[in-house]
């Protein structure tokens, strides 16, 4: 369906969205498919209505949330090195949420005079909005085209380039998918990419378990209500009947897969109706439904992943501690077919 022309609207402006009906069908598969299993979970992309997009701008601000402040100091570094690097006329950035950090390179971009595009791609539809609005007042004669919309269904809707384009993935929200979807989804990135595009991507670094653990449960509780949100979420999209009160936050380091898990444990046996989808749904006293996983990197461990998605590292920056890492990568080169000699033997 091709979007009614508002004549009012900010011609510097185009926001298409992809989830009418999508998403309420998307949250009932997943409800349905989570929580029948022996080991209940459900997919982190619930958490962001509008209070859960509140909530992890909260966490942002957390002492005990070192990612972001790492993150932008590596950004504050390094935005005039890789707009030179770069020269992308174009940002388009996955899971943009309020794009605080990424000012920091629209500056950048903006300043070498190379920038005439931003493509936010966010499940959350306000912030989409909001944040086209506040971007085309602070950078004039940027064009914003943004799509609302679940990354891991809509890539094939991100416009065509208007020029060197610069995929931005922040805020270690790679880490959130299991390896092998993580590598499925590297590579559908990397169709979005050309010869002479960029991968910026964002990741945490493997670390003291302390450090990880506190950084997710945090000591005012701001972690364990963004949680538990997902409960309040299911309440109101498919008329559930969840007592938030009933569950614990947990958040605990998977020293083996290297990854924080974060899971809603039964504080007593109860079963809860999701009347929507006309499902009961009982958890024992103790039981835990599986939140979000954060997985933490180390320089090996991107790198292969890197690799299976056809993408080389061009750079590698990380903050004066070491706790977080942004990576520039672009399409690996391949070899012309004529010089390749072990074509036949392999
Ligand atoms: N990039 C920001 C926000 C990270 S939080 C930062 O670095 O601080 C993760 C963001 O991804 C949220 O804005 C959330 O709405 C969005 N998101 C999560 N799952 C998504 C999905 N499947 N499709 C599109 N956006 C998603
Ligand atoms: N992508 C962020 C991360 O993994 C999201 C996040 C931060 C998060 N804190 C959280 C998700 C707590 C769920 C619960 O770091």
Redesign the pocket.
């Given at each position: 369906m091709e979007p009614i022309a508002d004549p009012t609207a900010d011609p510097s402006i185009r926001i298409d969205s992809h989830l009418d009906g999508v998403r309420e069908r998307s949250l009932a598969d997943d409800v349905l498919d989570g929580l029948t299993r022996p080991f209940k979970e459900l997919p982190?992309k619930h958490?962001y209505d509008a209070r859960g997009a509140e909530l992890?701008d909260r966490?942002c601000e957390l002492p005990e949330?070192y990612?972001t402040r790492a993150e932008r100091a590596i950004l504050t570094a390094s935005a005039v090195e890789l707009a030179e690097l770069t020269g992308a006329a174009e940002l388009v950035e996955l899971g943009s949420g309020t794009a605080a950090k990424t000012r920091v390179l629209l500056d950048a971009l903006h300043e070498a005079g190379t920038l005439r595009r931003y493509v936010p791609v966010d499940v959350t539809e306000s912030m989409v909005r909001e944040c086209a609005q506040m971007l085309t007042e602070e950078y004039p004669g940027l064009q914003v085209h943004g799509v609302i919309g679940d990354f891991e269904r809509h890539l094939d809707q991100v416009p065509a380039a208007v020029g060197p384009r610069l995929v931005a993935f922040l805020?270690?929200?790679i880490?959130?998918f299991p390896p092998g979807s993580r590598r499925r989804f590297l590579r559908t990135i990397a169709g979005l990419l050309g010869p002479g595009d960029h991968l910026l991507m964002g990741t945490?670094l493997v670390k003291d378990p302390d450090v990880l653990e506190a950084?997710?449960d945090d000591s005012q509780g701001v972690?364990a209500e963004?949680?538990r949100n997902v409960l309040r979420v299911l309440n109101r999209e498919l008329d559930a009947n969840f007592d938030p009160d009933d569950f614990d936050h947990v958040?605990r380091f998977d020293s083996e897969h290297e990854w924080?898990e974060?899971r809603l444990r039964a504080r007593r046996e109860h079963t809860t109706h999701v009347r929507a989808l006309d499902l009961p749904v009982r958890f024992a006293a103790g039981e835990e439904l599986r939140?979000?996983i954060?997985a933490k990197f180390t320089p090996e461990r991107l790198r292969g992943d890197l690799s299976a998605a056809g993408l080389q590292l061009v750079s590698w920056l990380t903050d004066p501690d070491e706790l977080f890492a942004l990576t520039l990568s672009r399409l690996t080169d391949t070899p012309a077919p004529a010089t390749d000699t072990s074509g036949a033997s392999s």
């Open positions: 982190p958490f992890f966490i949330y990612p805020g270690g929200t880490g959130n945490d950084a997710y972690t963004f949680n958040a924080i974060m939140t979000e954060s």
